[in-house]
């Protein structure tokens, strides 16, 4: 029987929050881990790397991706109805030097990345990780920074995934990370999976007793305060989006300092004051708008995120701003549109128009941001108008010539959820894709669209593609 999920705590939140990670432990025995780490070695000695084939290879993973630690910390961080993606890794380390810093792909998704917390990795370690053993090395905080603002590898304040056996690091996505050095030359195991927020918070979905932003009592920030960022996101996270919009009065001198500072060379000091803006009325909204169709990419992205942070008051404008020339502006105000969910429902005929774009950047972002406006949308008839007409857009796009347009369809089509009823046709061709992703995906939209259509089709997709796990080359048949 399963147990409920042991959901966060408002410090752990807090922490989560600020630092972009938290080492979590479970209650498993020690042998429950030395039974895995031998398999893993057994597998990896024998078979190579099984990649994706990871959790049905190995099958007592999938034990400890029920355990109510994991489970809830997911929850908190997610929400209930969170997706395990198709792509996952185990990373094997005995290099006695460090990897470099990095942030993890989207696996050919050339996308803004989210600060608020829609996607989010867990990387447990079977076998007891010591520093010397080569743990992943995690920079609190970096979770929102697109470039690498540091400039020594070796950066004080680093995290480790360090521990004992069954250790656990969950982590913001796109937060910068790297393998320590081995040097005591023993393997060392990481199982890598990644999972994905299907819905907009509309309340918190951890073990909540505050609702007021505070930072959490302890905090490792090598880089920077991010006050204004860390307060959307945790607002967000409680169920209310544009929270900023309107906090703050500032003066003309002000408003100067924080436009100019969206054009500071150092990434954080940039993004305090995109959020900042967004705090500043219709003002500082004007600034981000002046932003978005700026000729330099990077302010063009930051004013993007605050502008998202501004609420229901700029989605008009960046409607407007999906007419524009530059492919990059129209991106990121898709983007920014999509942040702000139901709120955006007007943007959703000209989103749809963007699935003809002759960028595949522009027509995925477009993508993505019909179905975080689809998935947020109410029940009253404009609402649902706009869902029907988000929904027959991406039947069209799951036929897109470019891969990476047609698995972000797939996802989409998953945060819609069973108003995408229509698409089920479309996602039975899809489940043919050349592209092992556009297949996945594909599956994820009918197994969370759920209607007896979509579920023929998955559970006969699933039957055809069924896989043994016992089954390897030294051991094809019997017993």
């Not at 063009?300 to 407007?320: F, K, V």
Request: net charge negative.
């Amino acid at each position: 029987m399963n147990r409920e999920p042991i959901r966060l705590t408002d410090e752990q939140m807090r922490t989560f929050v600020t630092e972009g990670f938290l080492i979590l432990q479970t209650d498993f025995p020690a042998s429950f881990h030395e039974a895995m780490t031998q398999e893993l070695h057994r597998v990896y000695t024998e078979e190579g790397n099984p990649g994706n084939n990871l959790l049905p290879r190995i099958r007592e993973i999938q034990q400890v991706f029920d355990h109510p630690i994991i489970t809830g910390a997911l929850t908190s961080v997610l929400g209930p109805n969170y997706m395990l993606h198709a792509h996952r890794h185990g990373h094997y380390n005995a290099q006695p030097t460090a990897g470099g810093w990095h942030k993890d792909s989207y696996w050919g998704y050339n996308k803004m990345r989210h600060h608020r917390p829609w996607w989010a990795m867990i990387m447990y370690f079977p076998q007891d990780t010591p520093i010397e053993l080569g743990p992943t090395g995690i920079l609190p905080g970096t979770q929102n920074y697109e470039t690498r603002t540091f400039e020594s590898d070796e950066v004080e304040g680093e995290g480790y995934a360090s521990g004992q056996a069954g250790t656990f690091a969950l982590i913001h996505y796109d937060i910068w990370h790297r393998a320590t050095a081995n040097i005591l030359g023993k393997p060392r195991y990481m199982l890598k999976f990644e999972f994905m927020r299907t819905a907009a918070p509309t309340e918190p979905t951890w073990n909540c007793s505050d609702l007021q932003w505070r930072e959490p009592a302890k905090a490792t920030l090598p880089i920077a305060r991010h006050e204004a960022m860390w307060e959307d996101t945790w607002n967000w996270l409680t169920g209310r989006t544009g929270s900023l919009a309107d906090t703050a009065a500032v003066s003309a001198e002000q408003l100067a300092q924080l436009t100019a500072g969206l054009r500071d060379a150092f990434e954080p000091t940039a993004l305090n004051a995109a959020y900042e803006l967004a705090r500043s009325g219709a003002e500082g909204v004007a600034a981000l708008l002046n932003g978005l169709h700026d000729s330099s990419a990077a302010v063009s992205r930051l004013s993007a995120y605050g502008l998202a942070a501004a609420g229901a008051g700029a989605a008009g404008s960046l409607a407007a701003a999906l007419d524009d020339e530059r492919d990059e502006t129209v991106q990121h105000a898709a983007f920014a549109l999509g942040e702000l969910g139901a709120a955006a429902g007007q943007a959703v005929p000209k989103l749809a128009a963007l699935l003809s774009h002759r960028s595949p950047a522009v027509r995925s972002a477009a993508v993505e941001s019909l179905g975080m406006i689809g998935g947020a949308a109410g029940t009253s008839a404009q609402e649902k108008a706009h869902v029907d007409e988000a929904v027959s857009s991406l039947v069209r796009a799951l036929q897109d010539s470019d891969v990476q347009v047609r698995f972000m369809t797939g996802l989409a089509l998953s945060r819609i959820g069973s108003h995408a009823a229509a698409a089920v046709p479309a996602l039975a061709v899809a489940l043919d894709d050349d592209n092992r992703y556009v297949r996945a995906h594909a599956l994820e939209a009918l197994r969370y669209i759920g209607t007896e259509e979509a579920k023929d089709v998955l559970i006969h997709s699933l039957f055809q593609a069924r896989w043994c796990a016992t089954t390897t080359p030294a051991n094809t048949f019997y017993p």
